[in-house]
């Protein structure tokens, strides 16, 4: 009934921006009175990649940089150098995302684990250059890690939960073409 009205690429993009959303007001509950130890993992950006490698079409650039712009506005980071970078981080997997089809998750795996880690070194080298204060390098470290040990887990949860599969290299998108 719901691809009658809508096609399955909007709804599914509706859902991203939906639980993009729910992660942040998560982020932002204040369920600790004391500062935590450790830094969590950046759910959206492990969403975001799992989502760009396995259907790039349910992600646009578009939606992508909004997300990441709302997200800086929101936590307070410097507007727009996260977001660019997201924007920048999600074209390189969604390029590589015909390649990944046949591999391996590990190889999925490695790909954005190389995509966080280039990301996380350019965002700090950035913010040095520009002399903008920034959190301990401990910490960066430790929500990249945290970040890529999450991977598995959403790449998971969007496979079973959602239906964001790999495409099979006959499949067709709604207009009868290949993507």
């Known amino acids: 009934m719901v691809d009658a009205l809508l096609p399955r690429a909007w709804v599914m ?19 600790a009175h004391t500062p935590p130890k450790w830094a969590g ?3 959206v950006m492990a969403l975001t990649f799992a989502w760009a ?27 727009g150098l996260w977001a660019a ?10 390029n590589r995302a015909s390649a990944l089809r046949d591999l391996t998750f590990a190889a999925e795996w490695a790909s954005v684990a190389s ?3 280039v990301m996380t070194v350019a965002n700090r080298v950035i913010l040095a250059i520009l002399m903008v204060d920034q ?19 959403i790449a998971f949860l969007s ?8 495409r099979a290299p006959g499949d067709l998108d709604p207009a009868g073409m290949r993507p």
Do not use: E, N, W
């Open 135 to 153: 959190a301990p390098l401990g910490l960066s470290l430790m929500q990249l890690m945290s970040t890529l040990i999450a991977y598995p887990a």
């Open 13 to 31: 993009r509706a859902l991203y921006l939906a639980l993009c959303i729910a992660l942040l007001f998560l982020h932002l509950l204040p369920l």
């Open 53 to 79: 490698v396995r259907r790039p079409d349910y992600v646009p650039v578009l939606l992508v940089g909004l997300v990441a712009l709302g997200l800086d506005l929101m936590l307070q980071r410097p507007p």
């Open 159 to 166: 496979h079973a939960l959602f239906g964001v599969r790999k």
């Open 115 to 117: 995509s966080m880690i």
């Open 85 to 94: 970078l997201m924007v920048i981080g999600t074209q390189t997997l969604r």
């Open 41 to 43: 993992p950046d759910l």
